[in-house]
């Protein structure tokens, strides 16, 4: 044992040099699995994304469905079963209000139109990929799929992302024309009722005054200078007959 650690080093300096390029071929450098490693993480959370952005177009698309709903109720009302006659500025509102939303509904369900999503290959290239190569060139080989399905996913969202946008900036004016609708349409329904009243209470109380005739108030007194009434001066004969007496009565020419 001790000759042979005596030996000359270039007795061993060939079988190095062998062990070290071996590992080359077979063993992989460690900058080539942190590229991979990196782009997989990336190529992650574009998918992550993606999928967020699905989530908040489902959510704000059955919010402005259920906007919808209560407008066309809400101006339902305003057109047939109220009272009040509106103005035109409330119907020219409502229209705009009604375009709004519809465009938002657009926005957010056309994000959620069915799109490719590129995703890692898994066939017959893979295998004949992994069979031929080393591990740094299929590091390299994976690192360049998930850069080219970063590209075309991050293409994707950045779509989403544009009509997201034009569904928020078509809700902020909605929720506009929503205030300015609900403020315009109580306003013209209280004046509207208070005028109403003002005419009822014109029209009802003279027509109260005068069929209440003045009447005098009653009491159990006498009254002590009333005028007596004038007295009948009429003739009797002591030969009238009795039985003709209170009923028939004649009057003398003396």
Same mark, same amino acid.
């Given at each position: 044992m001790?000759?042979?650690?005596?030996?000359?080093?270039h @007795?061993l300096?060939? /079988?190095l @040099? #062998?062990?070290?390029?071996?590992?080359?071929?077979?063993?992989?450098?460690?900058k080539?699995?942190?590229l991979?490693?990196?782009a997989?993480?990336s190529?992650? @959370?574009?998918?992550?994304?993606?999928?967020r952005i699905d989530d908040?177009s %489902?959510?704000?698309?059955?919010?402005v469905s259920?906007?919808i709903t209560?407008?066309?109720?809400?101006?339902?009302? %305003?057109? !047939?079963?109220?009272n009040?006659d509106f103005s035109?500025y %409330?119907?020219? =509102?409502?229209?705009?209000l &009604?375009?709004?939303?519809?465009?938002s509904w657009?926005f &957010?369900? *056309?994000?959620?139109k069915l799109?490719?999503?590129?995703?890692?290959?898994?066939?017959?290239k893979? &295998?004949?990929?992994v069979? *031929?190569?080393?591990?740094?060139t299929i590091?390299v080989?994976?690192y360049?799929?998930?850069? *080219?399905?970063?590209e075309?996913?991050?293409?994707?969202? @950045?779509k #989403?992302? #544009?009509?997201?946008?034009h569904?928020?900036?078509?809700?902020s &004016?909605?929720?506009?024309f929503?205030v300015a609708f609900?403020?315009m =349409?109580s306003?013209e329904?209280s004046v509207?009722?208070?005028?109403q009243?003002?005419?009822?209470?014109?029209?009802?109380m003279p027509?109260n005054?005068?069929?209440? /005739?003045?009447q005098?108030?009653?009491?159990? !007194? /006498?009254?002590?200078?009333?005028?007596?009434?004038d007295?009948q001066? %009429?003739? *009797?004969?002591?030969?009238? /007959?009795l039985?003709? #007496?209170?009923?028939?009565?004649?009057?003398?020419?003396?």
């Amino acid at each position: 044992m001790n000759k042979w650690f005596e030996s000359s080093p270039h @007795e061993l300096k060939q /079988p190095l @040099e #062998k062990l070290v390029n071996l590992a080359g071929d077979h063993w992989p450098d460690d900058k080539w699995v942190f590229l991979y490693s990196y782009a997989r993480k990336s190529l992650d @959370e574009e998918i992550e994304r993606f999928q967020r952005i699905d989530d908040k177009s %489902v959510k704000l698309l059955s919010s402005v469905s259920v906007i919808i709903t209560i407008f066309v109720a809400l101006f339902k009302w %305003v057109i !047939e079963d109220s009272n009040t006659d509106f103005s035109l500025y %409330v119907y020219v =509102v409502g229209i705009a209000l &009604f375009g709004a939303l519809g465009v938002s509904w657009f926005f &957010f369900f *056309n994000a959620l139109k069915l799109q490719l999503t590129p995703r890692m290959p898994l066939d017959d290239k893979i &295998f004949s990929l992994v069979k *031929n190569k080393n591990m740094a060139t299929i590091h390299v080989a994976l690192y360049k799929s998930c850069q *080219n399905a970063v590209e075309i996913s991050r293409e994707n969202v @950045e779509k #989403k992302a #544009k009509k997201l946008q034009h569904g928020y900036t078509a809700t902020s &004016f909605s929720a506009l024309f929503l205030v300015a609708f609900i403020a315009m =349409v109580s306003y013209e329904s209280s004046v509207s009722k208070n005028n109403q009243y003002i005419k009822k209470e014109c029209i009802i109380m003279p027509d109260n005054e005068e069929s209440k /005739p003045y009447q005098i108030p009653s009491s159990n !007194e /006498p009254d002590l200078d009333v005028t007596a009434p004038d007295l009948q001066l %009429v003739t *009797n004969s002591d030969d009238t /007959p009795l039985d003709t #007496k209170g009923t028939i009565i004649l009057e003398s020419d003396d």
